[in-house]
DNA sequence: ATGTATGATTCCGG
DNA sequence: CCGGAATCATACAT
């Protein structure tokens, strides 16, 4: 009995208990018609602008329309310019910071010095006169390896041009493409003319970062022209005929001291138009292999005789000096030249 | 294609 | 730094 009656109470306690859930059951269940519906309202926008980008382009247009009218639109744009308030404060904070990076100045800098981004003429001829420089070579000698130079660089500073022109072009055509765009989009979501500036600039930081590539490639095709041309002085190249008898003509004149003075190099220089460092590699090399091999130069070494005696002695002396330079010191030797074409010249 | 001539470069000793 | 010697790399001749 008790028991029975310490259930009912129970259970009539459970059940007084239950009752205040009732209201907010019933609330939950009458409200919830409303709620749902907007709940479906709501996840049916959301659904339609996630899937937006699936559809053609028509169909979207009109899907933006539409959403665009919606009645829930200004509470939409509410609720993203708040998102949008919170969330560009922190994005904000990590961003703003371009130290002008030292690697692009670097390649400006170059590319300005090659001239290649530098004005036009010129920048070129500039460049070519510093390499020739740089060359040391004569500067009536290899004009040709010059224009050929100064050629493959006004080829490759014309493609640079070019190439960043059309750079700079698309970048310009995205930028205002993008820019249009977001217009538009502004009045669907807050987008600030600050945002606005902000994405034109990493536009811009994008595609300099592409220039950037350019101008590298670009400073690797000038120092490879470069250490080509500059390499070029390895690619020998014979000294006129002219040239190679005044030095010859000296060298079996004083082959007793084959060695000339600096004045006599900068004179003989001065004369082949080449430079004293060539005049002295011709005189090494000369000696050198007079001395390695002095039979195969004998016929050489008269001639020569036999010339400067011609021009030296011209009406005076005459006759006996075609045979005698022979020197029959044949073997050997090396460190004594043969005086006698010597001593006759004089 | 091969060999030789020749200008330039490199290494080394003084 | 200069010159000798060896060597390289190409021009030139065959």
Known sequence: MDEQTRLMHSHTGVGMAGHPGLPQHMQDSTGGTDGDGRKQDIGDILQQIMTIT?????????????????????????????????TVLSIRGAQEEEPQDPQLMRLDN???????????????????????????????????????????????????????????????????????????????????PKEIERMVNIIHRKFSSIQMQLKQSTCEAVMILRSRFLDARRKRRNFNKQATEILNEYFYSHLSNPYPSEEAKEE???????????????????????KKNIGKFQEEANMYAARTAVNAANASSHGSQANSPSTPNS????????????????
Request: proline share 3%; with cysteine.
């Open 268 to 290: 003989l220089a001065k004369k082949c138009a080449i430079t004293v460092a060539q005049v002295s590699n011709w005189f090494g090399n000369k000696r050198i292999r007079y």
């Open 331 to 346: 073997a050997g030797g090396y460190p004594s030249p043969c005086y006698q074409s010597d001593r006759r010249i004089q």
């Open 54 to 86: 699936d559809q053609s382009l028509d169909e979207a247009q009109a899907r933006k329309h539409a959403l665009n009218c919606h009645r829930m639109k200004p509470a939409l744009f509410n609720v993203l310019c708040e998102i949008k308030e919170k």
């Open 110 to 192: 170059m590319l300005l010095a090659e001239g290649v981004s530098g004005p036009e003429k010129g920048g070129g001829s500039a460049a070519a006169a510093a390499a020739a420089a740089a060359s040391g070579a004569a500067a009536a000698e290899n004009s040709t390896e010059h224009s050929d130079y100064r050629a493959k660089l006004t080829q490759i500073r014309q493609i640079y041009h070019t190439e960043l022109e059309k750079y700079e072009q698309a970048c310009n055509e995205f930028t205002t493409h993008v820019m249009n765009l977001l217009r538009e989009q502004s009045r669907t979501r807050p987008i600030s």
